[in-house]
């Protein structure tokens, strides 16, 4: 009974201690893990598929950090609580089926859905894109999907032009999108802000986000530079599956 309750005294003064040390250096005190976020709805922030700085010095990992940890996670989070005010709304976690789907949207949350689900699912794809530079030769592309970039555009070359062009002279915020159309042949476009071409009956393959946040940090004002550079960095293996899934579809 003595031990027991010397044994409960010690605990205890060693506890106040262990108190006292945590409380003189607050530092170590904050790097305890913090508690996991509840989950707030049922879509999620993907993950990078490479290191924030794998896309440098083409893309900076400053601007990777803040546009996928601040600017793709304000997307999900906000698309989340624009679903949580239409519990009866169920639409799943396939953002693609939603975007597709939107005439069944609540109109009273259409807007947000618009906006922060097309913000979700153009970075999404974004991220899967884009690849460290070097990792295949940019000139060398095969397939079918190669074929239709020759047939429907006229070669890489020319895409990249057209693309530059188009970049150039979208006003504000949106995207230059390689897209797949309504009679499977590919085509270039823009759209405002975070409209996703599924919006429009077509089928995403590649878009360059020409959202100042997207170079502003490294580019400053010259969005052309920022659009020449991420050439470098496209998986175009990504893309042609991605065009070879679609045409099978
Ligand atoms: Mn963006």
Partial sequence: MLTTRRQALKTLAAATLAGTALGNFPALAQTAPAAAPAPTGPFTLPPLPYAYDALEPHIDAETMHLHHDKHHAAYVKKLNEALAKEPSFAPGND?????????????SIQTAVRNNGGGHANHSLFWQTLQP????????????????????????????EEAAK??????????VWLVLDGG?????????????PLLEGHYPLFGID????????????????????????????????????????
Wanted: proline share 3%; hydrophobic share 40%; net charge neutral.
């Fill in 95 to 107: 953002i693609e089926e939603l975007l597709k789907n939107f005439s069944s949207v609540p109109q």
């Fill in 133 to 160: 530079a070097g990792t295949i030769d940019q000139r060398k592309i095969f397939g079918p999907f190669q074929q239709a970039l020759a047939d429907d555009l006229g070669g890489m070359a020319k895409l990249q």
């Fill in 166 to 175: 188009l970049g150039a002279e979208l006003f504000g915020s949106g995207w």
């Fill in 184 to 196: 499977k042949n590919l085509t270039l476009l823009t759209l405002p802000n975070q409209d996703s």
């Fill in 210 to 249: 020409v959202w100042e946040h997207a170079y502003y940090l490294k580019y400053h004002n010259l969005r052309a530079d920022y659009i020449k550079a991420i050439w470098n960095v496209v998986n175009w293996d990504f893309i042609s599956a991605r065009y070879d899934k679609a045409m099978k579809g």
